[in-house]
């Protein structure tokens, strides 16, 4: 494995991380989780427009510019000889002993690295079961931070009690999921959780209203609650990883007919055709 580590490229056991590093003790860093499909990057344009938009709300200085940093990370997929899987990149805001201030002269430090990952065919063909959770997080679920604490116990809570992941609300009003935006389909049309300060602004979530909005499919970006949920005609997720996966269950109970319904595989097949 060849990672990108502060502008060169090392095998995995060569990247030196220290102890010190504020990703480590604060988790003060950004991220953003890249698809690649036939060797090559998954719409990067709106990975790279918000993970500037991240640094800039969190006041950390990229190390580099994003069209550079696009060259780096091909030269990663094709030194990795990578065709289909995902890429991570992450970049904290350096080593300096712990202290709350922004640190002064500090460099950030980058890392990146791809891992192979096929389609997730089975998931998106049966759909997963997933449970309801609280969400706890902070206000700015809009910028892809490090501090995934609440999404980690979500998923956990939603393993225990043996659903596949966890559907987040605020006081009943459903925002994403624990690393994938929510649609459901109300009277033929999508709905979902506006881009505001609440919900990470998915990549996938972004081109499946284009997809959408071309094929003829209404969507509306509004909250929508519980009640709406389980009484959708259907519900899928979104996400990088993820892609188009029906959500068959909530809280035990079958959404729809406890099987994908039509506008989610037409949905489907419109992602399909996209990515070719
Ligand atoms: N997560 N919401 C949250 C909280 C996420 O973490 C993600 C992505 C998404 C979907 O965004 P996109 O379509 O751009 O992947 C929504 C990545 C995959 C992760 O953290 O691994």
Not at 203 to 217: N, P
Request: charged share 20%; aromatic share 6%; with cysteine.
């Amino acid at each position: 494995d060849i990672y990108l580590f502060d502008g060169r490229f090392l095998p995995k056991e060569e990247v030196n991380i220290s102890p010190e590093d504020r990703g480590y003790y604060y988790g003060d860093g950004i991220y953003d989780v890249f698809r690649v499909y036939g060797g090559r990057l998954f719409e990067p344009e709106l990975h790279f427009r918000r993970l500037e938009r991240t640094a800039a709300g969190l006041r950390l200085q990229m190390p580099i510019e994003s069209g550079p940093l696009q060259t780096k990370l091909e030269e990663l997929i094709a030194r990795n000889r990578l065709t289909e899987g995902t890429l991570y990149v992450q970049i904290t805001r350096g080593t300096s002993p712990r202290s709350l201030p922004l640190p002064q002269g500090v460099a950030p430090v980058l890392v990146a690295y791809t891992t192979e990952f096929p389609r997730p065919v089975a998931a998106m063909e049966a759909g997963i079961r997933a449970k309801t959770v609280e969400d706890i997080r902070w206000l700015h679920c809009d910028y892809k931070t490090l501090n995934l604490l609440p999404n980690v116990l979500a998923k956990q809570e939603a393993l225990d009690a043996g659903a596949d992941d966890a559907i987040l609300h605020r006081s009943g009003l459903v925002t994403e999921c624990c690393a994938s935006n929510i649609m459901i389909v109300q009277n033929g049309s999508l709905v979902t959780h506006p881009a505001n300060n609440l919900i990470l602004h998915g990549v996938t979530r972004a081109v499946i209203l284009r997809l959408a909005q071309a094929a003829g499919i209404p969507a509306e970006e509004r909250p929508f609650s519980l009640e709406e949920l389980h009484e959708a005609e259907e519900a899928f997720i979104t996400g990088t990883t993820v892609e188009v996966t029906p959500i068959v269950a909530v809280d035990g109970r079958p959404i729809g007919g406890g099987s994908a319904g039509p506008v989610t595989r037409r949905l489907q097949q419109l992602f399909a055709n996209l990515i070719g």
